[in-house]
């Protein structure tokens, strides 16, 4: 099997934090007046969310959840499992999921319709990443941080078989010559 190693940097710290910065004041003013419940998805999504709520100026609950999509090395989504349900009692609050990329966008359908399930007031969510195919398939999240070609990604949060998530930038994988 040929090695996949981590190549061309394809969105840099500088422009991801700058990036951050705006959502974030996007979804404050979006949800201005009201309380919210963040639930960032376990483990693409927790460097983004950690970043992008220190610069929610709003009054909010952190919560968590885990869904499991690309078991061990492969890089391509084979159906969703909730790994972890989300923790705190959402009835009537206003939730919004965070997560790195919206690719099949299985991930994101699934952890809403457990979220509507339980009743929550409402139900947003906001990425970091959206693969083009998904953009073509007219998939969106409420908030979208960059749309980017359909490469497999590593760095700021994102895995391949668990290695390179703490990667500050944003890298396309390469096949290692
Ligand atoms: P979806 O369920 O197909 O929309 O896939 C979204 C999930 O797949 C994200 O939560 C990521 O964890 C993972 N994923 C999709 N594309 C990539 C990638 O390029 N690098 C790392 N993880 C990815
Ligand atoms: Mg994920």
Redesign the pocket.
């Known amino acids: 099997m040929k090695k996949l190693l981590p190549g061309k940097v394809l969105l840099p710290r500088a422009a991801i934090a700058r990036r951050v910065a705006g959502l974030g004041q996007q979804i404050a003013d979006a949800y201005a007046g009201h309380e919210l419940v963040i639930v960032p998805?376990l483990t693409?999504?927790l460097i983004f969310a950690a970043d992008l709520i220190r610069r929610l100026p709003i009054k909010m609950r952190l919560d968590v959840a885990a869904?499991s999509?690309?078991p061990g090395r492969a890089?391509r989504?084979r159906g969703?499992t909730i790994v972890l349900p989300p923790q705190l009692n959402i009835r009537r609050r206003h939730v919004l999921i965070v997560?790195?990329?919206?690719?099949?966008?299985?991930?994101?359908t699934a952890m809403q319709n457990i979220l509507r399930r339980r009743q929550a007031a409402s139900v947003k969510t906001c990425v970091l990443l959206r693969?083009e195919q998904?953009r073509r398939a007219g998939l969106w999240a409420d908030f979208v941080g960059f749309d980017i070609p359909d490469?497999?990604?590593?760095g700021y949060g994102?895995?391949?078989n668990h290695l390179y998530r703490n990667l500050p930038d944003v890298v396309q994988?390469r096949t290692a010559r």
């Open positions: 998805l693409g999504g869904v999509s690309y890089i989504s969703v997560d790195d990329i919206l690719d099949s966008g299985r991930t994101l693969k998904a490469v497999f990604v590593v994102m895995d391949f994988l």
